[in-house]
């Protein structure tokens, strides 16, 4: 056989295996100890949060799962990522089809190990589990890559694509685990996330929308919360003039993790950061500082991170990060279909309220007519609205499981 035929066949066999290999379950296990919590523990929660919950009267206690599947990399690689699946033990036990599967996609994180599968107190896994799977839901909570099992990446944040496949193979996975266990698959499926969730969830949204995918459940309601949908203009928008400072730090992560995206490839970071942050800019690309540092740092400085140069030209169209910023906005393009319900804080410091408002305007009046936009309670910051969009989250659900 001719070499030439050889590597063509070695190529196409590579190629397809990594087609296969994506979205496919790799192993589960039940996350014991503190991942589970017991009734006493979840009314005892209740009475702090959410005084007014519905009253259940049921013998239960939620359980906890890892799933460990197979997704893509930026870079088109096949890679190991970790999700996070809570359900209520007698839904479990005896095999119960759940209200709805809940995929809810979580805010920024900022260490490997403080994802949902890894961490027994994350405050939105605890939502997830108090508020959503005590009424009956699946809820599935991926960890994103650089993150849980893949925390040895660097995370991939805000990239609008690779998240949403990512999200979009954990509920493969979760197709598969729910198969091989014997439990009924809920006939409805809700999307839902927080900052940087809220993004994730637009973003599968429209995956699933614009490449018509079904995964047997079907899509009824999705609810992105306090999300970055659009940063196109960052540079000189008034849109981040009353910003917290952090945001600063979140947009030079992105720009930063973006770079690592084959379609992005020429964008040249040395050039795009001033050169006395070279050394931090070298310890984030190998993983020496955490987000957390990284974004403090920047969010000290603000534009000064960057060079004159880039900042004189970033808001040209040509400009490498221009296209790849504008890449991820999720408003570009098409129009949600299904009941698309936005939640922000007002007094949101960090992920500015008028984001969200844009998005829900630009949507309406591209012609949506399936879209909500619900102001959380005044007073609340970016951290302190997570528990009360989570159960406004809870409660709206209910009007698309009837």
């Not at 600063?248 to 942050?277: C, K, N, W």
């Not at 040509?318 to 936005?342: C, G, Y």
């Not at 009046?365 to 609340?380: M, Q, R, S, T, V």
Request: proline share 5%; with cysteine; net charge negative.
């Amino acid at each position: 056989m001719p070499i030439r035929r050889i590597c063509l066949f070695v190529s196409l066999f590579f190629f397809l295996a990594n087609q296969v290999s994506a979205g496919v379950l790799v192993s589960h296990k039940e996350l014991k100890g503190r991942f589970m919590m017991s009734r006493k523990s979840v009314e005892f929660a209740l009475k702090t949060l959410d005084p007014n919950a519905p009253k259940h009267t049921g013998d239960y206690h939620i359980k906890s799962f890892q799933l460990i599947y197979k997704t893509t990399s930026p870079k088109g690689k096949p890679v190991e990522a970790s999700a996070l699946v809570v359900i209520r033990s007698d839904i479990f036990s005896e095999r119960k089809k759940p209200r709805s599967w809940f995929h809810y996609s979580h805010g920024a994180r900022f260490e490997s190990e403080t994802s949902p599968s890894t961490l027994a107190y994350d405050p939105e896994a605890l939502g997830a589990r108090v508020f959503l799977a005590r009424e009956g839901h699946l809820v599935l909570l991926p960890d994103y890559l650089g993150l849980g099992v893949n925390g040895t990446e660097l995370q991939s944040y805000l990239n609008a694509k690779q998240q949403a496949q990512t999200s979009w193979d954990a509920l493969l996975a979760l197709k598969e685990w729910s198969e091989e266990i014997e439990l009924p698959q809920a006939e409805r499926l809700i999307l839902g996330g927080y900052s940087q969730g809220g993004f994730v969830t637009l973003a599968l949204q429209r995956k699933m929308q614009l490449e018509n995918l079904d995964i047997g459940s079907r899509l009824v309601a999705s609810f992105p919360m306090a999300g970055p949908y659009n940063f196109s203009g960052f540079s000189e928008d008034k849109l981040l003039e009353d910003a917290h400072p952090q945001l600063y730090g979140f947009i030079a992560f992105m720009i930063i993790s973006l770079s690592q995206d084959p379609r992005y490839s020429d964008i040249d970071l040395y050039e795009t950061v001033a050169e006395p942050f070279h050394p931090i800019l070298e310890k984030v690309l190998k993983k020496e500082m955490s987000l957390l540092e990284f974004t403090a740092e920047a969010a000290k400085v603000r534009y000064d991170f960057y060079t004159e140069d880039f900042l004189d030209t970033v808001n040209d169209e040509s400009h490498p990060i221009f296209k790849a910023v504008s890449d991820q906005n999720l408003t570009k393009d098409w129009v949600p279909k299904v009941p698309t319900i936005f939640m922000a804080a007002r007094d949101d410091e960090i992920i500015p309220y008028k984001i969200t408002e844009k998005t829900y305007i630009r949507f309406n009046d591209n012609g949506a007519e399936h879209i909500e936009f619900i102001e959380l309670p005044k007073g609340l910051g970016h951290v302190d609205a997570i528990h009360p969009a989570m159960i406004l989250l809870r409660d709206q659900a209910e009007r698309f499981l009837k």
